[in-house]
């Protein structure tokens, strides 16, 4: 089975600054996805970015990057000129690739992370 | 495009009573997943279904179940429930791992439950 955790529950970061979430993951698999999803208060769920296993290159999208870390089995999200609208839930999900058959994410619990003005 | 559509956004029960929650997935997603999203536990994966069959079932009881139409329209039912029944369930919908789908799943708002 695998596991995913955040070992940081809360952050905080002033607006226009640079912050990054942390992430690791446990699977004895090789082919798989991983995928940062934010949850801003009383709000849907949605995709921040995503990884594929197999790529080497780490996905990155406008302000929002990740530093994956295969060999180190971790998946940490960068945010950089953080804005209000940041503020949200993030939570950090795997994927396992078996051929569209086992379609089940594992998340973990959450970073709450709060922007500053 | 509309999104995922989940009813009732919010309701109140009381234990021993069943309740039965709905799901509109993203036209032409025809795989659907439910997810239990509590403060103490985080998410937790209840099932997910494709094409009317579920493929997948999460660690919960047998008083936790689903269905999928031919629609792809899913409900979930709790019977007997319990305090810690108390969540928010979360419904989402995918294109699933393809040359269509890049395994993203797009949420719901929710249904917020809570039991007296």
């Known amino acids: 089975a695998q596991t995913v955790t955040q070992s940081q529950p809360e952050m905080s970061v002033q607006e226009a600054e640079t912050v990054t979430l942390s992430c690791t993951y446990d699977?004895?698999?090789?082919?798989?996805?991983l995928f940062w999803y934010k949850q801003p208060p009383s709000r849907q769920m949605i995709l921040v970015i995503r990884?594929?296993?197999?790529?080497?290159q780490n996905a990155t999208e406008n302000r929002f990057s990740v530093n994956f870390q295969k060999a180190a089995k971790s998946f940490s999200l960068k945010i950089s000129d953080s804005q209000l609208g940041d503020t949200a839930m993030y939570f950090c999900?795997?994927?396992?690739?078996?051929?569209?058959?086992?379609?089940?994410?594992?998340f973990g619990k959450g970073t709450l992370l709060t922007v500053n003005p | 495009k509309a999104g995922v559509t989940q009813t009732p956004r919010y309701l109140i029960k009381t234990r021993g009573q069943q309740v039965t929650l709905s799901c509109s997935p993203i036209s032409g997603h025809r795989s659907v997943s439910w997810y239990q999203q509590t403060p103490g536990q985080g998410l937790q994966f209840l099932f997910e279904y494709f094409s009317e069959t579920q493929r997948n079932k999460g660690n919960f009881p047998g008083r936790f179940s689903g269905r999928q139409f031919s629609n792809s329209r899913s409900e979930m039912n709790v019977s007997t429930l319990e305090l810690g029944d108390s969540a928010l369930y979360l419904c989402a919908s995918s294109l699933g791992i393809s040359r269509r789908g890049t395994g993203e799943l797009f949420f719901g708002e929710g249904s917020r439950l809570t039991v007296l």
């Open positions: 699977t004895s698999e090789s082919n798989y996805y």
């Open positions: 990884q594929e296993a197999y790529k080497q």
């Open positions: 999900a795997f994927l396992l690739n078996s051929g569209g058959s086992n379609y089940k994410l594992t």
